[in-house]
């Protein structure tokens, strides 16, 4: 019946061709290389095949100092389970970065796509609804909901301009920073803006029609539509 390769034999047996290969093979082909060794003729003196286990560390043992290579046969057990445990250490700390770094990658790439889409990032569900309760209080018969209705037209303006990331201490100062490159409906943003400091600052003293403020929602509708924000 074949035997069945089980995952401690097949990582015994990869440490230990390792081992070959890194303690056998390349010191050995090294040694061949330089012809060094005790006596006048080297232990190894041609490279046509690879340098057996047995014969390096028959090497090992003629050229190490007395004591030497006994202290190092005693301690080679304790070197491989070290090694192992730096290995793994090693490995665990290199798949953590690996994973910090997928993370922050994802971090950034969601950052650069909401700059880039800033409108599309936005809550435009929650936009739309707001947009929903204004235009009720603008359809109302009550002057002050139509007050109302423009000042908080006025608010998602605000947050409008903060979404394309426009700065600015007042609401006059981020527009003034759009240009009409960036801001098609700029000039229609101003009038509206002009219609609310009116009725900001003079309140109810001022007079306003049904015609007023239905003017002044539709130019708040077109500049929002120009950035599908309702």
Not at 84 to 107: D, G, H, K, P, Q
Not at 158 to 180: F, I, P, Q, S, Y
């Given at each position: 019946?074949?035997?069945?390769?089980?995952?401690?034999?097949?990582?015994?047996?990869?440490?230990?061709?390792?081992?070959?290969?890194?303690?056998?093979?390349?010191?050995?082909?090294?040694a061949a290389i330089m012809g060094t060794g005790v006596g006048s003729n080297p232990p190894i003196s041609i490279v046509n095949e690879p340098v057996g286990?047995?014969?390096?560390?028959?090497?090992?043992?003629?050229?190490?100092?007395?004591?030497?290579?006994?202290?190092?046969?005693?301690?080679?057990?304790?070197?491989?389970?070290?090694?192992?445990?730096?290995?793994?250490?090693?490995?665990?700390?290199?798949?953590?970065?690996?994973?910090?770094?997928?993370?922050?990658?994802?971090?950034?790439?969601?950052?650069?796509?909401?700059m880039a889409h800033p409108v599309a990032a936005h809550d435009v569900p929650r936009s739309q609804a707001r947009w929903g309760r204004i235009v009720e209080?603008?359809?109302?018969?009550?002057?002050?909901?139509?007050?109302?209705?423009?000042?908080?037209?006025?608010?998602?303006?605000?947050?409008?301009?903060?979404?394309?990331?426009?700065?600015?201490?007042?609401?006059?100062?981020?527009?003034r920073e759009a240009t009409r490159e960036q801001f098609n409906t700029i000039d229609l943003a101003w009038d509206a803006h002009r219609m609310r400091n009116?009725?900001?600052?003079?309140?109810?003293?001022?007079?306003?029609?049904?015609?007023?403020?239905?003017?002044?929602?539709?130019?708040?509708?077109?500049?929002?539509?120009?950035?599908?924000?309702?």
């Amino acid at each position: 019946m074949q035997d069945h390769v089980t995952l401690g034999g097949g990582l015994q047996d990869l440490l230990r061709f390792l081992g070959e290969v890194a303690f056998a093979w390349i010191p050995g082909t090294l040694a061949a290389i330089m012809g060094t060794g005790v006596g006048s003729n080297p232990p190894i003196s041609i490279v046509n095949e690879p340098v057996g286990y047995g014969d390096f560390v028959a090497y090992v043992q003629s050229i190490a100092a007395p004591g030497y290579y006994e202290s190092l046969f005693n301690c080679w057990a304790t070197f491989v389970i070290i090694s192992i445990i730096i290995s793994l250490l090693a490995a665990t700390f290199l798949t953590y970065c690996v994973i910090m770094l997928v993370e922050v990658r994802e971090r950034e790439y969601r950052h650069f796509h909401t700059m880039a889409h800033p409108v599309a990032a936005h809550d435009v569900p929650r936009s739309q609804a707001r947009w929903g309760r204004i235009v009720e209080e603008a359809m109302s018969d009550n002057p002050q909901k139509w007050r109302l209705a423009i000042l908080e037209a006025a608010i998602m303006l605000n947050a409008l301009l903060d979404t394309l990331g426009h700065r600015g201490e007042t609401m006059a100062d981020k527009m003034r920073e759009a240009t009409r490159e960036q801001f098609n409906t700029i000039d229609l943003a101003w009038d509206a803006h002009r219609m609310r400091n009116r009725v900001a600052h003079e309140g109810e003293q001022m007079t306003i029609t049904e015609r007023d403020v239905r003017n002044t929602i539709n130019l708040y509708q077109r500049v929002f539509q120009e950035f599908n924000f309702v």
